[in-house]
């Protein structure tokens, strides 16, 4: 079946560093990817997305990277700080049975940054 | 200021006692979600609306019931409720291929 996941569940870094939070999906038809932010309390908030024609993507101190070969997906985020503290979530976009398309969201990865 | 609303943000319900949680969108957008996120298994899609009178199941839609008789509004109906359905709520909406905007969340309890 579908499926969207997280290789690693929590990621602790220092204030500064480059942080990476990695993803791994299954439908090789996805052709569009979005990454989500998920503070305490609050909805998830888009981060960034890509289309399956780009490799690569780049906002402001993020970027993502799409690896359709072996169907994995990143986001990089630069120069870490205590407010990227959050809930990261992949998500692909798939064929649903209307012939609409809807989001698959993974497990999500707990980024936790200190000072 | 654009955003998707809903309310209430907190329920504590006992089982079997009908609620209701409402959304609402002030960006005119035609696709509407609601999704449950429980520890462990991300967010799972209950029901979507491609448009007005527009409905279909997602991929946990047992126990839940919608319905989308205006653009902007996309309750979200448990007519009898169960432990299991306790769970934090999240409805969406989107334009087309376009960003997807989260509302704030409700988190339900039911007894």
């Known amino acids: 079946g579908e499926s969207v996941g997280l290789h690693l569940p929590t990621l602790s870094v220092q204030e500064g560093d480059n942080s990476i939070i990695n993803c791994a999906y299954s439908n090789s038809a996805s052709d569009y990817f979005i990454w989500y932010k998920q503070e305490s309390g609050k909805g998830p908030q888009f981060i960034i997305d890509?289309?399956?024609?780009?490799d690569k993507r780049q906002g402001q101190r993020v970027t993502v990277l799409l690896n359709k070969t072996v169907k994995h997906l990143s986001l990089q985020i630069a120069a870490t700080q205590p407010g990227d503290s959050a809930v990261y979530f992949c998500a692909e976009t798939v064929l649903g049975n209307t012939g609409f398309q809807k989001l698959v969201f993974g497990t999500g990865t707990r980024l936790l940054v200190s000072p | 200021e654009a955003q998707v609303t809903q309310n209430p943000r907190y329920l504590i319900t006992v089982t079997g006692k009908k609620l209701t949680v409402t959304c609402s969108q002030n960006m005119n957008h035609e696709y509407m979600s609601w999704y449950r996120q429980d520890p462990g298994l991300g967010l799972r899609q209950i029901y979507y609306?491609?448009?007005?009178?527009?409905?279909d199941k997602g991929d946990v839609p047992e126990g839940y019931k919608v319905s989308r008789k205006e653009k902007r509004n996309f309750p979200l109906i448990l007519e009898s409720p169960s432990p299991n359905q306790t769970s934090l709520y999240f409805c969406?909406?989107?334009?087309?291929?376009?960003?997807?905007?989260f509302g704030p969340g409700t988190r339900l309890t039911v007894l």
């Open positions: 969406a909406s989107r334009q087309g291929a376009g960003e997807q905007f």
């Open positions: 890509i289309r399956s024609n780009m």
């Open positions: 609306s491609m448009n007005v009178e527009v409905t």
